[in-house]
């Protein structure tokens, strides 16, 4: 642990399924904010994605990231069901209410800072945590102009002073860059449709 204040990167997503990207990117992520763990969230459904066919359940869907997140300082975790929370901006602050020992920073792909302003009371959630931005190849370009980045591109921070993000006045955003990792859910649920129906029932879940 660093200090006496524990430091939580947060990651939401379907995770249908959870994949070696997923831990790649999550683990790269630790190491540059020197976090103490970082917790997925796995959604209990998406509002962007409500009515998606190949959506599995979320016993599945937690199960897959339970496995992937295995002797890793990563907790796979089905909160915003157990919290009853829809919305992002829901889910932090609810969170910080349960948790005020612990900082959190939100992770976030370069693919979802494209629709950041889509969803409910962003501004609002970058006035409650940090942002970190990591680069996906293909997304960047459209994130960086798109309409969440006007409003935050004046609250950037640079990349080499990451570590520092727990002392930075909010709303603040940096960008990461680390290698890319071409596994994508998309093309693990194409070649292997029946993925979630081989999986155990999940470990129970922990706060």
Request: proline residues 7%; glycine residues 8%; hydrophobic residues 45%.
């Amino acid at each position: 642990m660093t200090g006496s204040v524990r430091r939580v990167g947060l990651l939401g997503g379907s995770f249908n399924p959870a994949h070696r990207g997923h831990r790649r990117v999550t683990l790269a992520a630790i190491r540059a904010l020197r976090l103490d763990e970082a917790w997925w969230l796995v959604s209990p459904g998406n509002p962007l994605k409500d009515g998606a066919d190949d959506m599995a359940p979320l016993a599945a869907r937690l199960a897959s990231a339970q496995r992937m997140a295995r002797l890793a300082p990563i907790r796979a975790t089905a909160l915003e069901a157990r919290l009853g929370t829809r919305y992002t901006v829901d889910t932090v602050r609810a969170l910080k209410r349960r948790h005020p020992d612990t900082r959190f920073v939100w992770l976030m792909g370069a693919d979802n800072l494209a629709q950041f302003h889509r969803w409910r009371d962003w501004r609002g959630v970058a006035r409650e945590v940090a942002i970190a931005v990591i680069a996906r190849p293909g997304y960047d370009r459209t994130a960086l102009a798109g309409p969440a980045m006007g409003w935050l591109g004046r609250r950037r921070r640079p990349a080499s002073r990451a570590t520092g993000w727990t002392t930075w006045r909010l709303p603040a955003l940096m960008l990461l860059r680390f290698r890319p990792d071409p596994t994508s859910a998309t093309a693990i649920r194409a070649a292997d449709p029946d993925w979630h129906r081989r999986l155990h029932q999940p470990d129970q879940p922990r706060n």
